[in-house]
């Protein structure tokens, strides 16, 4: 990396990247709106020209930039709303800055993102479900650069995390759905390679087991985490010859792209299928009918991370801490029992 030029201007990373010093000016400012080739660009051109930004060079000066990084797959979710909520709403009180990076569930930018950060932009990382923290969270380590993960648990004891029990709720969601009565439970996964998810699974299948119901691969549909992956995911289990009586969903987004395809097959909620979420995001409650849900307490998440971190800033011989908050199954409108269900629909005689 070149020296650092406190005497290189804007204007001059302009021309280096071929951009407007209208767009070096957002990458700085970590505005959410530029194209991420477009600021991987910017910063080449900044790290070779020797660049430093006014917060940067607060850092190399010795002072602290007042700016925490947060690192998150994407902006279109209820679900990382509310942890951002949480997040901001902590930081103010601090009167910290908060640096915003989507990573598009792209590994690569996410390491890319955090080595930019962590050369002194901000002064600590949050990162929101990390697609693979292995590949930088040595690195943060040996630097001794603070950080906290958000909503994963697939990392080693030693790396700083806050998260959901999210084995337990899969477990308290599934075993509520035997009790209604239902033997045939369709299962749609989030991302596998996300602790989250694996929790998820293995609760669900924890569940049928403890019940002495056979686990039928049939009956799961690997999914990501999107809407979209409710949607086919609950197509290709209503096509089983013979499918499923309720489909449970990794989380609310996917929850609701079941739904969609239940519609479209000409059936009804819950009478015919009956649908479980996960997540409870705002949009849960507001759907018809109102979305079952495996609570995740994901602004407080979004609130202790922020903590944790700062302890840290303040306190780096502190003990790492990984800490799982509570779930809480919400029971609302899009479940119905099997005997109600035979009872509104009696064979034809």
């Known amino acids: 990396m070149a020296t650092p030029n406190l ?20 990458v700085i400012n970590n505005d959410v709106h530029v194209r991420p080739e477009t600021r991987e660009r910017v910063l080449q051109a900044m790290e070779r020209l020797g660049f430093v930004a006014n917060r940067q060079a607060r850092s190399l000066a010795g002072g602290k930039t007042n700016g925490i990084g947060l690192l998150v797959p994407d ?6 709303g509310e942890i951002i909520r949480g997040i901001d709403a902590e930081l103010t009180l601090q009167g910290l800055d908060l640096i915003l990076y989507t990573t598009h569930r792209t590994a690569s930018k996410e390491a890319t993102y955090v080595a930019n950060l962590a050369r002194g932009m901000v002064d600590g990382l949050l990162l929101v479900l990390p697609r693979n923290p292995a590949d930088y969270v040595g690195t943060l380590t040996q630097q001794n650069f603070p950080f906290v993960l958000i909503d994963h648990q697939g990392t080693g004891k030693d790396c700083p ?47 049928l087991r403890t019940y002495h119901i056979p686990v039928a691969d049939e009956l799961i549909y690997e999914g990501t985490f999107f809407q979209p992956d409710g949607y086919t995911g609950a197509l290709a289990l209503l096509d089983l010859s013979n499918p499923p009586t309720v489909i449970f969903a990794s989380n609310d987004v996917m929850a609701m792209g079941v739904m969609d395809a239940i519609r479209h097959r000409g059936l009804r909620i819950p009478d015919d299928v009956s649908v479980v979420g996960f997540d409870n995001i705002p949009q849960a409650s507001l759907v018809r009918p109102a979305l079952t849900t ?45 005997q109600d269900s035979a009872d509104a629909n009696p064979p034809l005689s």
């Open 161 to 207: 995390a806050v998260g959901a029990t999210n084995w337990q709720g899969a477990f308290d969601a599934t075993e509520y759905l035997i009790k209604l009565g239902h033997q045939r439970i369709g299962f749609i996964t989030g991302s596998m390679d996300l602790g989250c998810a694996q929790d998820r699974l293995a609760g669900y299948r924890a569940a």
């Open 7 to 26: 005497k290189i201007t804007i204007m001059d990373v302009a021309a280096e990247a071929g951009v407007s010093f209208g767009t070096v000016s957002r």
């Open 75 to 80: 902006l279109g979710t209820g679900y990382i």
């Open 294 to 338: 495996v609570q995740q307490p994901l602004e407080k998440m979004g609130r202790v991370a922020t903590q944790m971190l700062l302890e840290l800033l303040e306190h780096p011989e502190r003990k790492v801490q990984r800490i799982e908050l509570p779930t809480k199954l919400i029971i609302r409108d899009s479940c119905r029992s099997q």
